[in-house]
């Protein structure tokens, strides 16, 4: 046998199962962002969030996935209500999330509808659940991104804002598009999921 049919036989076992199933991609892709809800150190901890400016232009920041549901492809998000991607979320509440994990070689790009939750049950319930590290920096006596002369004039208030919560706000993401991306020497792998009224619709595309 010469070395490239050594080298074909050697590809077909080196391949992840997702290489030829859409299934197994669209379960990676899941199983990456839960590990992120999960694991400080995983990539997909910090996903990129893009939303769309009151300008119009694109705006992109690092969030930390807070939670993940398969299920519901629901994922979520906390910030303050008073930063700026708030007021887009709420001009145009379609979003971008972006993971990169660059052990697996794995990108996932997810198009959501956000839902923004203040002082309902779901944000009294993501609230309740958080540390007392993090709450810290809901309780700065200005919003984010507000011009300071030095940042010595931010102060940290708590019985101005009920120790943070009345800043508080919870995005939950739905998924509506998912694309996978795998790299591989052999050949990349590209996938694409789209859920209309609950119905999937799943197909591989060109990387």
């Known amino acids: ?28 892709a899941w199983s990456l962002l839960s590990r992120g809800t999960k694991d400080r150190k995983a990539p997909a901890h910090t996903p990129v969030l893009v939303s769309t400016g009151l ?71 993501a609230w309740s659940r958080t540390r007392a590290q993090s709450r810290y920096c809901y309780q700065i006596n200005v919003a984010p991104g507000s ?17 943070g919560v009345n800043n508080f706000l919870l995005v939950q993401l739905r998924v509506l598009h998912m694309e996978w991306l795998y790299l591989n020497s052999r050949g990349h792998r590209r996938a694409r999921f789209d859920w209309t009224d609950e119905n999937l619709q799943a197909c591989w595309l060109a990387p």
Request: aromatic share 4%.
């Open 55 to 125: 300008d119009g232009a694109p705006q992109a920041r690092t969030v930390v996935l807070r939670g993940c549901s398969p299920v519901d492809r629901m994922l979520s998000i906390h910030t303050d209500r008073r930063s700026a991607k708030v007021e887009e979320l709420k001009a145009d509440p379609r979003a971008l999330l972006h993971v990169y994990d660059p052990h697996q070689k794995v990108q996932v790009r997810l198009g959501c509808q956000a839902r923004l939750h203040f002082a309902d049950r779901e944000a009294i319930a």
């Open 1 to 28: 046998m010469n070395r490239d049919a050594d080298y074909m036989i050697g590809a077909v076992h080196d391949v992840p199962s997702h290489y030829t199933n859409l299934q197994q991609c669209m379960s990676s």
């Open 147 to 163: 011009l300071v002369e030095d940042p010595a004039m931010i102060v940290f208030d708590p019985s101005a804002n009920a120790k």
